[in-house]
């Protein structure tokens, strides 16, 4: 009878031992699995930022980049490239004119930025001494208030053959973005016109604005 009794309590005790296991087991498993879901839930909440705000990422091949001009004479222009700005009203480096960045198309490196100041730059000062066409070089332009009268044929023909279609056709006080790069027709190129009826700054037209992805240059 003994046996028997001992049997029985060995029996549930090990029962109860293989249940108790199974709940532990079970309520961590859910605790793992409730923080592996809401890892991944926090994961799919984060979205990465895009180069140089885009809405999707670049292949390889190509270089992010958005170009805005100034707004009227208020604001100034901003260059972005590879995710990097590099000239803005809030980095205080660009000016009245045209804003100019050069880059190394087979790397993405920066050559050169600078503005062609249509106030207080020297007088005699053209696009020949500042642009300097390269096979590979890319040229990235934003104009910043009126840049009509500082750009004379000669100015126009060297845009002209990094690829720009509409840089003949700037009046005054038209806002205008581009990139380009020797022996391409660019497709990177806005021109907003000043026009009374759809002016947005009294005298002055929206600013223009070019985004997307550049291919390398090699």
Same mark, same amino acid.
């Given at each position: 009878? $003994? !046996? ?5 309590? =060995?029996?549930? /005790? ?5 249940m108790l296991k199974e &709940? ?67 980095? $205080? !480096? ?5 804003? =100019?960045?050069? /880059? ?8 050169? &930025? ?34 009509s009268t500082m750009m ?16 003949k056709r700037i009046k ?47």
């Amino acid at each position: 009878m $003994r !046996n028997k009794v001992l049997i029985v309590y =060995i029996a549930t /005790v090990a029962a109860a031992t293989v249940m108790l296991k199974e &709940f532990y087991h079970t309520k961590e498993y859910g605790r793992i699995k409730a923080i592996r879901f809401g890892i991944q839930t926090m994961n799919q909440s984060i979205k990465s930022v895009k180069k140089c705000d885009l809405s999707k990422d670049c292949p390889l091949s190509h270089y992010a980049l958005r170009i805005k001009s100034g707004a009227a004479n208020a604001v100034g222009p901003s260059i972005c490239f590879d995710g990097d700005i590099v000239m803005s009203h809030g980095l $205080r !480096n660009v000016g009245p004119g045209l804003n =100019i960045v050069q /880059v190394h198309g087979n790397n993405g490196t920066i050559k050169r &930025f600078d503005c062609l100041d249509a106030k207080d730059g020297m007088p005699g000062d053209t696009l020949t001494d500042m642009i300097e066409i390269v096979p590979g070089t890319i040229v990235l332009v934003a104009s910043f208030d009126d840049v009509s009268t500082m750009m004379p044929e000669e100015s126009k023909d060297i845009l002209v053959r990094l690829g720009s279609t509409l840089v003949k056709r700037i009046k005054y006080r038209d806002t205008w973005v581009f990139a380009g790069s020797s022996g391409m027709t660019s497709p990177f190129e806005e021109l907003t016109p000043n026009d009374e009826e759809t002016n947005k700054y009294g005298g002055w037209p929206a600013m223009a604005e070019v985004s997307g992805c550049f291919p390398r240059t090699l």
